[in-house]
């Protein structure tokens, strides 16, 4: 039965108040995502659903994502885990270091396992990325990243949000380094 153009869209409008990515970001075609360079990674959850919400859920997650990290030769300046994506900004810490190595890792570890304990699949397919430029400060782009629980009204101060963190800084440092530059 062939939908109405009413009906079609309402469908859109439901698409877009959801905030329902379409199509595939893809990667850029210039670059090859090797060497010493830093990155803004948003992985979002399969069909937007809310699921970094209970700690079981982000501990598995968070492991894989740290293994992929170790293995693929990465550092967590910060991450967040907000209920129905996850940020990450990334350093590379060698030259063969690729983030498209660790993007795929990180995305098939984490979706494995958490498929084996929980039955669901976990990403969309496609995440997004954005290489940051020599100009721009890490710990701001990583003090933005830990304050999207605030920004969001979820709570009143970034550490008291559970899912937040970095390997490299504690969040306190992330947040006091920026006030005193």
């Known amino acids: 039965m062939a939908a109405s153009g009413a009906d079609e869209l309402s469908w859109q409008g439901a698409c877009l108040t959801t905030h329902v990515f379409t199509g595939t970001p893809g990667h850029l075609k210039s670059f090859d995502y090797t060497g ?24 598995i997650v968070l492991k894989q994502i740290l293994r992929a990290a170790a293995d693929e030769g990465f550092g967590i300046i ?43 699949v976990l990403w969309q397919r496609y995440g997004f990325e954005r290489v940051l430029r020599n100009d721009e400060q890490t710990l701001v782009v990583a003090r933005y990243i830990l304050e999207n629980p605030l920004r969001k009204g979820m709570v009143v101060r970034v550490e008291d949000y559970p899912f937040v963190g970095s390997t490299i800084y504690t969040v306190s440092e992330i947040l006091e380094a920026i006030q005193i530059s």
């Open 36 to 59: 010493l360079h830093r990155y803004s990674l948003t992985f979002c959850t399969n069909r937007r659903a809310q699921t970094f919400v209970e700690p079981s859920r982000v501990e």
């Open 78 to 120: 910060a991450y967040c885990f907000m209920p129905d994506h996850l940020h990450l900004l990334v350093e590379a810490c060698g030259d063969a270091s690729n983030a498209l190595r660790f993007i795929s890792r990180a995305k098939q570890l984490s979706g494995y396992y958490y498929k084996q304990k929980f039955l669901q």
